[in-house]
């Protein structure tokens, strides 16, 4: 687990690091999010609280504010190979997969996925604060690291 800086994050996610390395398909590359809810929305203050130099506060907070994984893609498995250059649907079809194959566990989130511009806009009206915002991504295009639309 590493930040887009490159910076380690298992010691400082311990339960979100348990997680992943006990999912059944074993070697895999995903791109997501970490979050911590507070209340309805999430906390970016509780999440930087996480990164705390002292081992005995990291263990604290990862029970009394567990960290969750949002999983926007999957760019590699042992059974895919690298898909970085997949269009964005294969990905997304091979990511569908990938939440199958792995047990039912609340801490590792799939998003949901439209085409339709409507029903983005009725999540983004009707979350009361629950979601950050949507992603827009070119349905035939590649995974673009470190872009933004």
């Known amino acids: 687990m590493r930040a887009k800086s490159g910076k380690p994050l298992a010691r400082y996610f311990p339960e979100v690091a348990a997680l992943l390395s006990g999912l059944p398909p074993g070697r895999f590359v995903l791109d997501g999010e970490l979050v ?14 996480r ?9 604290k907070l990862a029970v009394e504010t567990p960290a ?12 895919a190979a690298n898909l970085l250059h997949a269009p964005l649907f294969e990905r997304r079809l091979a ?4 939440f199958q194959s792995a047990e039912q566990n609340d801490s590792l ?3 949901h996925y439209t085409r339709r511009t409507e029903k983005a806009r009725d999540w983004l009206e009707t979350s009361s ?3 950050d915002g949507v992603i827009t991504k070119r349905r035939d295009g590649p995974y ?5 639309l």
């Open 36 to 49: 911590i809810t507070v209340g309805r929305t999430f906390s970016f203050d509780a999440l930087q609280m």
């Open 51 to 59: 990164l705390h130099p002292a081992e005995s506060r990291i263990t």
């Open 68 to 79: 969750n994984s949002i999983v926007f893609d999957l760019l590699a498995t042992e059974g």
């Open 95 to 98: 990511l569908e997969s990938f």
């Open 109 to 111: 989130v799939l998003p």
């Open 129 to 131: 604060a629950t979601i």
């Open 144 to 148: 673009e690291p470190g872009s933004a």
